[in-house]
């Protein structure tokens, strides 16, 4: 069965500065695919950005990037230049292949709480 | 404009009522989903739905029935209501590599 842990409870960093948020998972499939979501104060959920397990390249989006390490089952998302609203929730989720080929199926680790300050 | 949204977004229902929460969306996704978020268990599958007149159990569905009745509109009944089942219920449609969640309704049963 598919597992996603996220270990960081909650984060606390200054503005302008770069925060890694920690995600390890677990599948026996060699495919799969790799999320993180953000959820904001009001309790909207957005995707930010994937991986596919097959490619090799970090994924980047704008200000969020990943650091994907496949052998240590891990994907980290780096904030850099974080701001007062990026402060959030965010989820690291997974998709496998053999679960989640047509359905799209994801299974969430708990979030992790990052808190922006001056 | 919403893409997903869902009704009610506050509701307070008495142990043993019958609840039903629904969903909407417009992104003509052929997937649906209802998670529960509970504070250290993040989200939840509870069902989900690969096309309209089918529905899939997720990874809690004890409890809970899940209804498709059309390609845009997913609803999660509650039957007999407890209160263990107080927690945020979200939907979300999506494709294979992304989903797009609701607002989320609050279910409180006393």
């Known amino acids: 069965a598919q597992k996603v842990t996220q270990t960081q409870t909650s984060i606390s960093v200054v503005e302008k500065t770069t925060v890694t948020m920690d995600c390890v998972y677990e599948?026996?499939?060699?495919?799969?695919?790799l999320f993180w979501y953000k959820q904001t104060a009001s309790g909207e959920i957005v995707f930010l950005i994937r991986?596919?397990?097959?490619?090799?390249e970090n994924a980047t989006v704008g200000h969020y990037s990943l650091n994907f390490q496949k052998p240590k089952s891990s994907i980290g998302l780096i904030i850099t230049a974080t701001q007062i609203e990026d402060s959030a929730v965010y989820f690291c989720?997974?998709?496998?292949?053999?679960?989640?080929?047509?359905?799209?199926?994801?299974?969430f680790g708990h979030g992790t709480i990052l808190r922006v300050h001056p | 404009e919403a893409a997903v949204t869902q009704s009610p977004r506050n509701k307070v229902a008495v142990t043993g009522g019958k609840v039903t929460l629904s969903c909407n969306q417009t992104?003509?996704?052929?997937?649906m989903y209802w998670y529960r978020q509970d504070t250290g268990h993040g989200l939840r599958l509870i069902h989900y739905s690969y096309g309209a007149g089918s529905t899939e159990k997720g990874d809690i569905p004890d409890g809970y029935k899940a209804s498709r009745p059309s390609q845009e509109n997913f609803s999660l009944i509650l039957e007999l209501a407890t209160p263990s089942q107080t927690s945020v219920y979200f939907c979300?449609?999506?494709?294979?590599?992304?989903?797009?969640f609701g607002p989320g309704t609050r279910l409180t049963v006393l």
């Open positions: 599948t026996r499939d060699s495919s799969y695919f």
């Open positions: 979300a449609s999506g494709d294979p590599y992304e989903q797009y």
């Open positions: 992104n003509n996704h052929n997937n």
């Open positions: 991986q596919d397990s097959y490619k090799k």
């Open positions: 989720a997974m998709r496998d292949f053999n679960t989640g080929a047509n359905t799209g199926k994801l299974t």
